[in-house]
């Protein structure tokens, strides 16, 4: 494990600042749990940055924060959207949207299916929404396909029966497939044999040397090891920077 | 170079700002049913290509929203404001029957839940189709009759039903075809009710795709009422939840759904079945 200097020459891709969030469930009689409290961190370009913690410890709500799936309860999270700096939990729908659009990609644990829709399909997408060729993005859709080891007889599929490997794979595609300034991941290999997991480490690091700013969550310290420049350690009440 | 640099932004910038500009605008808007409360204190910009799912139990004022936005209920306080392809403002509560009847069969489409609502069932689907194209001015019977067979596949319905009415469909079918209806004239705005509701499970993952893909590809600006949360999910960009005839909580869609903070919502998100 490396731990870099967090350099101060450039401007941060994303930066995370005095962030809190609690979720009070109002139908199990109220209970509040604090998620985090009062925390800082900047992602890079070119450079990984690695969310560590327990189970529980409010990595994924952190991550889902900087996507705007949550909604944080106080603190900012200031993202570069082209030529603006837009602040995420207060940015509007319109301009989330657009966020996703351009700047910030996510991959999840977990591929949501949508019904009658085909893998190559499901992939090719996010190209398609930019506007791309069809030919082209099917393409490129076939290739990543391809080197994930997504067996050709499944691309005219819909993934809804693939095994749950085979899904997080077509989701890692989904995400890698074009580049975005910012990619978030959430153990994208958490379900992945060695050779599979060799592969997205190398998309990992080659979408660093393409410049994107990686935040993830990795529980295999393998991986981990590979891609991470910095660690950020995660507990939940109190926070702090590794 | 210096006349075209003069020239360019005078023409373009027009068009810029209409597109920057939201196609519905409802503020504060509120209808009564005699003291009782159909819906009150709304307001939300629409902007051209967004999905808006007004999601609620039955009883919370959707409908009522849907039809006063559509200007089939008059309101009672606030108002609406719709702006046309060329950025021109419309004020809805207070346009002539005319221009909104124009509005409702060129610009608008409305997605009833029941077809036979939408669609005239004693008339062929062919003239179903046709006749909103009519409405608009064509006259040719080879264009229409081919814009006919072109939306019959295009909401894949076989090509040989045609001259049959809707009578002789299938519910899911006469949905589809309600929705060619509506979207043979390339309107902007689609107000939907329960589009998937009287449907079986297969039927509507079949009518979700194919509303998801005719939405995307066409960038269509829906407003859509339903009680299904999960339609919400797959078709919506962003959500109002309605209660006792208020909005609760809006937001995106997934934000409002994964992370719900009133506790009405709340309760309706963990009232979802798991499958």
């Known amino acids: 494990m490396t731990i870099s200097a967090v350099p101060t020459n450039t401007p941060p891709a994303l930066a995370v600042r005095n962030l809190s969030k609690t979720f009070t469930l109002h139908t199990q009689g109220g209970v509040r749990i604090e998620a985090f409290n009062n925390l800082n961190l900047e992602a890079h370009y070119g450079k990984c940055l690695v969310l560590h913690g327990p189970s529980g410890a409010g990595k994924s709500t952190l991550l889902r924060s900087m996507y705007a799936n949550y909604k944080p309860c106080s603190g900012s999270i200031v993202v570069q959207h082209g030529k603006e700096v837009v602040d995420i939990a207060t940015a509007t729908p319109r301009e989330i949207l657009a966020i996703r659009r351009d700047t910030i990609g996510y991959v999840s644990q977990f591929l949501r299916v949508i019904p009658r829709v085909s893998t190559l399909d499901i992939v090719a997408e996010r190209c398609l929404s930019m506007g791309e060729d069809k030919a082209l993005a099917e393409e490129k859709a076939v290739a990543l396909l391809r080197r994930l080891r997504i067996p050709e007889r499944l691309w005219r599929i819909a993934p809804a029966t693939f095994s749950g490997g085979e899904q997080q794979r077509v989701n890692i595609a989904r995400g890698f497939i074009r580049s975005y300034p910012v990619l978030l991941l959430d153990e994208p290999t958490a379900s992945l044999d060695a050779t599979n997991r060799q592969t997205v480490i190398e998309l990992i690091q080659e979408a660093k040397a393409n410049g994107c700013a990686v935040v993830g969550i990795f529980h295999d310290e393998a991986v981990r090891h590979a891609v991470a420049d910095t660690l950020f350690q995660v507990q939940s009440g109190t926070t702090n920077a590794a | ?275």
């Open chain 2, 1 to 275: 170079m210096s006349t075209v640099s003069s020239q360019y932004p005078t023409t373009m910038e027009p068009m810029n700002t209409s597109t920057e500009q939201p196609l519905l605008q409802v503020e504060n808007v509120a209808h009564y049913y005699g003291s009782r409360v159909g819906c009150a204190k709304v307001s939300f910009s629409l902007w051209p290509g967004e999905v808006l799912a007004i999601v609620g139990e039955s009883g919370s004022g959707k409908s009522t929203l849907l039809n006063i936005i559509s200007g089939r209920l008059a309101l009672s306080e606030g108002s609406i404001t719709y702006r046309d392809a060329a950025g021109q403002p419309y004020d809805i509560a207070n346009l002539p029957e005319g221009a909104k009847r124009r509005l409702l069969r060129t610009e608008w489409g409305f997605v009833h839940q029941h077809p036979r609502d939408g669609l005239r069932m004693a008339v062929s689907a062919g003239g179903n189709i046709g006749e909103r194209l009519m409405a608009c001015g064509e006259r040719h019977y080879g264009t229409i009759r081919n814009a006919g067979k072109e939306w019959l596949h295009r909401v894949e319905i076989p090509e040989n039903r045609l001259d049959d009415t809707p009578a002789s469909y299938s519910g899911g079918m006469q949905q589809r075809l309600q929705i060619a209806r509506n979207l043979v004239s390339s309107p902007r705005l689609v107000f939907m009710d329960e589009p998937t509701g009287g449907l079986d499970v297969s039927v509507q993952a079949k009518l979700l795709d194919l509303l998801r893909h005719l939405v995307r590809n066409l960038g269509l600006a829906v407003v859509l009422v339903t009680h299904d949360l999960a339609v919400a999910r797959l078709l919506a960009d962003r959500m109002l939840v309605m209660h006792q005839g208020a909005v609760v909580e809006a937001g995106l869609a997934d934000q409002v759904l994964d992370d719900p903070h009133h506790p009405y919502t709340q309760l309706l998100v963990s009232s979802i079945l798991q499958g």
